[in-house]
């Protein structure tokens, strides 16, 4: 995966900007439809110099800064995709291989000029889970469907519902309409407020073949809206199929959950 660039998205759920305070990062960004998301950002840049040139995904710990930051877990699923380029090294088509349960965790800090600059502070500031389901087809049909997301954060041997439990079909822009989307971005989005020109950044670490993309963080509950991560907390991201089990984290049976351990 460190060969691999990471890339999320911006907005693609109803009320998380609101929620998490960003929203007026992204007055003056301009949509086609008022449901879009509002871009894309970097968060790995493969052998960057820059800051996102760390890997800063663990599938067991979340470091919080060390400076004071307020951080929230992003609860969300990140999918696997073979990227096609043409000569020119335009973007012409992406391939949806796989997805899992992911914590694009941001600190909410002001005065930060980009996305990325919220997303990635030391080697263990993302979550990613270590089991994948294979995607049989990205479109209407398939097993997607029938998948869920949710969140949970353990404090002083109480869980809290952190994400609201969302069906992955929820989201905003999904399957080819996302994937034309996301082709349309990588290609065309410019530096421009809290974005970032993504085509240069494919320039720069060597048109990667494959891009992890976290397609965009559901609603939070009420916990999760009014509390922030705290050390010794345990963080849950669930991702579940409907057909046989539920968000409960003992008893879903399809499941994929990512477990980490707030220090």
Not at 19 to 44: C, M, R, S
Not at 90 to 113: H, M, P, Y
Not at 142 to 161: K, T
Not at 201 to 225: D, M, R, V
């Amino acid at each position: 995966m460190r060969d691999i660039i990471g890339l999320g998205v911006a907005g693609n759920f109803a009320h998380h900007l609101e929620q998490a305070g960003e929203l007026k990062d992204f007055e003056n960004v301009v949509t086609k439809e008022e449901d879009e998301p509002k871009g894309i950002f970097p968060f790995y840049l493969p052998n960057s110099e820059s800051f996102l040139g760390l890997y800063p995904i663990s599938e067991r710990e979340l470091e919080l800064p060390t400076y004071e930051a307020n951080a929230q877990v992003e609860p969300e699923v990140v999918i696997l995709f073979d990227i096609e380029y043409n000569e020119a090294k335009n973007v012409v088509g992406l391939k949806a291989q796989k997805f899992t349960a992911f914590n694009d965790c941001t600190i909410r800090k002001e005065g930060a000029k980009k996305i990325s600059e919220k997303k990635s502070w030391c080697a263990n500031s993302k979550g990613m889970a270590s089991e994948w389901i294979t995607i049989d087809k990205f479109e209407e049909g398939g097993l997607m469907d029938n998948f869920h997301l949710c969140s949970f954060v353990r404090r002083d041997n109480i869980l809290y519902p952190y994400g609201v439990d969302a069906p992955l079909l929820g989201y905003s822009y999904f399957y080819k309409k996302l994937e034309n989307w996301l082709i349309e971005k990588m290609n065309k989005q410019r530096e421009f407020g809290p974005l970032e020109d993504i085509s240069e950044h494919l320039k720069a670490t060597n048109y990667p073949k494959q891009a992890l993309i976290s397609i965009g963080a559901t609603a939070y509950a009420e916990f999760g809206e009014k509390n922030y991560l705290q050390s010794g907390d345990e963080i849950f991201v669930v991702v579940y199929d409907t057909r046989k089990g539920s968000a409960d984290i003992e008893l879903a049976e399809e499941k994929v959950i990512l477990h980490q351990k707030v220090i």
